[in-house]
């Protein structure tokens, strides 16, 4: 068997459980979305209609830098135009983010569990001491301290959702 049927196989074998953390559901949204753009059904879409496919599917819209660097990163050689293949994997990348995101926000949350909104939220000395009480751990007020201001980039007094996030992916947590 040629190798491209080989892998035209295999892609279609495991295309049952999505890309990435893409459902089904999710693909076929994105496939009516593409063809909806797509109408002369050329198998592209301008690059332009990125932003608004994003905000389609229910994902953070990205700041303006961040738009540009996901386009030239999906069209290095800068054609204007994105095939369907390219935007699905691109499109799985930003579900996967975001499934991240909500992993590290509710770990967030077990420090500041009654924070209203946990992104303007800061993990204080007094949320690590009853973290550390409910553990069983005793451990002193300045390592607790030492631990915020290791953290606390922005030297807030605390450690915010941003610093929370930098430390769990620098440590390999998420």
């Known amino acids: 068997m040629p190798q491209q049927q080989q892998i035209a196989q295999t892609a279609t074998a495991n295309s049952g459980d999505g ?4 459902t089904y559901e999710q693909r076929e949204q994105l496939r009516e979305v593409f063809d909806a753009i797509d109408r002369s059904g050329r198998g ?19 700041s303006r830098e961040t738009l540009e ?59 690590l001491q009853r973290i550390s009480t409910h553990l069983g751990e005793h451990i002193p007020d300045d390592e607790l301290r030492e631990m915020i201001n290791i953290a ?6 605390g450690v915010d959702f941003a610093d929370f996030t930098r430390v769990m992916r620098k ?3 998420f």
């Open 69 to 127: 660097g996901w386009i030239s990163g999906i069209d290095p050689a800068n054609t204007g135009k994105i095939d369907y293949s390219r935007l699905e994997h691109f499109i799985s990348l930003r579900y996967d983010e975001a499934d991240q995101k909500q992993e590290i926000m509710n770990a967030f949350k077990l420090f500041k569990p009654d924070a209203k909104d946990a992104e303007s939220a800061r993990i204080t000395l007094a949320d």
């Open 44 to 62: 592209f879409i301008p690059t332009s209609k990125l932003a608004d496919i994003v905000k389609l599917l229910g994902l953070s819209k990205p």
């Open 171 to 173: 440590t390999g947590l």
């Open 152 to 157: 606390d980039i922005g030297e807030t007094g």
């Open 19 to 22: 890309i990435g953390n893409m």
